[in-house]
T-cell receptor, first 112, second 108 residues
Framework: DADVTQTPRNRITKTGKRIMLECSQT?????MYWYRQDPGLGLRLIYY???????NKGEISDGYSVSRQAQAKFSLSLESAIPNQTALYFC???????????FGSGTRLTVV | GIQVEQSPPDLILQEGANSTLRCNFS?????LQWFHQNPWGQLINLFY???GTKQNGRLSATTVATERYSLLYISSSQTTDSGVYFC??????????FGKGTRLSVIA
C-alpha cells in the first residue's frame, strides 16, 4: 500500500457542487499539506496542518476548507466548485523538521 | 515570502547528453529539496540538499547557500529522465515553497 493515499484519483463535478478530497497516510508524519498544481505554475500551497489541532491557510485558500480528522487523515473540501478550480491536487506529509516530504499520487479534478 | 526561480523553463535533450538545471532563491534557507514529476504525475524526492553536494547515480546536486542557488546535474540522460523537475525550499518553520519547474524532454 502507498504511504500517502489520495481518493478519488479522478473526479468530474459540476459547478456549484460540494466535493471532498481525502488523504490518509501511514508514514507517522505529524505534518500534512494540500497543494494544487496548474500547468506552468508549479505547486501552490492551499492549507497545511502541523498537528491535529493546528490548521493554517496557505497561498491560495479562498474557496477551500480542510479538516484534520486524525493524525493520519487530512481532507480538502471545495464548498461550491467553480471551473477555475480544475487542477491536479496533491496531499503531502513530512516530519516536523520538514524532511521526508512524501506526496500522494494526486487527484485530477475537473469542474464543468 | 521567499521567491524561487527555476531555469530553464523547458529543455529538450538527445539521449546521452548532460544537463544542468538551476534554482535561484531570494532568502536564506534551512531546507531545499529537488523533486522529479514523471509523465504520469507522480512526485519523487531526489535530494534533500540545503547546502553542499550530493550524488545519486547519474544525478547530483549542489547548493551554494551563501549565493542563494542550487544546481541539479543530470549526466548521460535517458528517456526515463523526462518529466518536470521542481526545486522546493523553505526559510524557517514553514511548508515548502515550490518553483515553477523545468520541463525536461529526453529524445531517443
Amino acid at each position: 500500500d502507498a504511504d500517502v493515499t489520495q481518493t478519488p484519483r479522478n473526479r468530474i463535478t459540476k459547478t456549484g457542487k460540494r466535493i471532498m478530497l481525502e488523504c490518509s497516510q501511514t508514514k507517522g508524519h505529524d505534518r500534512m499539506y494540500w497543494y494544487r498544481q496548474d500547468p506552468g505554475l508549479g505547486l501552490r500551497l492551499i492549507y497545511y496542518s502541523f498537528d491535529v489541532k493546528d490548521i493554517n491557510k496557505g497561498e491560495i485558500s479562498d474557496g477551500y476548507s480542510v479538516s484534520r480528522q486524525a493524525q493520519a487523515k487530512f481532507s480538502l473540501s471545495l464548498e461550491s466548485a467553480i471551473p477555475n478550480q480544475t487542477a491536479l491536487y496533491f496531499c503531502a506529509t513530512s516530519w516536523t523538521s520538514g524532511d521526508g516530504y512524501t506526496f500522494g499520487s494526486g487527484t485530477r479534478l475537473t469542474v464543468v | 515570502g521567499i521567491q524561487v526561480e527555476q531555469s530553464p523553463p523547458d529543455l529538450i535533450l538527445q539521449e546521452g547528453a548532460n544537463s544542468t538545471l538551476r534554482c535561484n532563491f531570494s532568502d536564506s534557507v534551512n531546507n531545499l529539496q529537488w523533486f522529479h514529476q514523471n509523465p504520469w504525475g507522480q512526485l519523487i524526492n531526489l535530494f534533500y540538499i540545503p547546502s553542499g553536494t550530493k550524488q545519486n547515480g547519474r544525478l547530483s546536486a549542489t547548493t551554494v547557500a551563501t549565493e542563494r542557488y542550487s544546481l541539479l546535474y543530470i549526466s548521460s540522460s535517458q528517456t526515463t529522465d523526462s518529466g518536470v523537475y521542481f526545486c522546493a525550499l523553505r526559510s524557517g518553520n514553514t511548508p515548502l515553497v515550490f518553483g515553477k519547474g523545468t520541463r525536461l524532454s529526453v529524445i531517443a
